[in-house]
């Protein structure tokens, strides 16, 4: 299957799925899900729709104040992009890293790619992360995870079968956000709700920053074009 050209006068709902990936497989098929599992997924789709579209506007202001200039930059190009309701295009691509697949779109304005949003969708969980591209480079990274109490399929019956007291609930789907900032492919400021930091860095935030620009690597190399 080619990758698929769309012309949108309105940004989609950005929604997503899973768990962080080393490696990226993009497949150009279709991807079969069964469909009991199928509709489970839609359904908590829709309500991840509404959580997601609350965090755009996050932002960070490290008590560095030259920190905080340097983020300035790349927080205004970030919520230009966010507010974007018109793209030139936005190439479609399948993305299969994950047990139940996923898909990585590419916004276009002209043909400056701006961002790429990569969904992933699994059995315990959902991740949607946002890459967003300042003057040709990564400049910040939103990683919005879910995380299910119980496997998505993993209804009353398989509770009461495997004498659980929970069966899967989307009212107890714990959250995590992650947001980085990155100069010349360099994480100057990374926040997790656990982790704010500044570069000078600790082993954890050399992890992020090879982990982020080897992900995004895989999804920019080849490139979706026209």
């Known amino acids: 299957m080619p990758a698929t050209v769309r012309h949108m006068k309105t940004l989609p709902t ?15 098929s279709t991807i079969h ?22 965090t755009v506007y996050a932002e ?11 983020l300035k930059p790349i927080t205004a190009n970030t919520k230009r992009i966010d507010t974007t309701r018109r793209w ?15 898909e990585a779109e590419y916004y276009y304005q002209g043909d400056e790619l701006e961002k790429i949003v990569a969904r992933r969708y699994g059995e315990t ?18 990683e919005t995870i879910k995380e299910y109490n119980r496997p998505v399929y993993y209804d009353s019956s398989a509770m009461t079968e495997n004498t659980d007291t929970e069966a899967f609930d989307t009212a107890q789907t714990r959250v995590v ?12 400021y990374h926040s997790d709700g656990q982790h704010r930091s500044s570069p000078l860095a600790t082993d954890y935030i050399l992890q992020e920053q090879r ?3 080897a992900e995004y690597e895989e999804l920019v190399k080849p490139r979706a074009r026209k």
């Open 211 to 213: 982990r982020i620009n």
């Open 60 to 70: 960070d202001v490290p008590a560095d104040k030259a920190l905080a200039e340097r």
């Open 33 to 54: 899900i069964d469909a009991h599992l199928q509709t489970r997924l839609a359904e908590n789709t829709l309500a991840d729709t509404q959580h997601l579209r609350e």
């Open 14 to 28: 950005l929604v997503f799925t899973t768990f962080s990936v080393v490696a990226y497989c993009q497949v150009y």
């Open 88 to 102: 030139t295009r936005i190439v479609s691509k399948e993305l299969w890293n994950t047990t139940e697949g996923g």
């Open 125 to 142: 969980g959902q991740q949607v992360t946002e890459y967003y591209i300042l003057s040709g480079q990564l400049s910040f990274v939103r």
């Open 177 to 188: 956000e992650r947001r980085s900032y990155l100069i010349d492919g360099k994480m100057i």
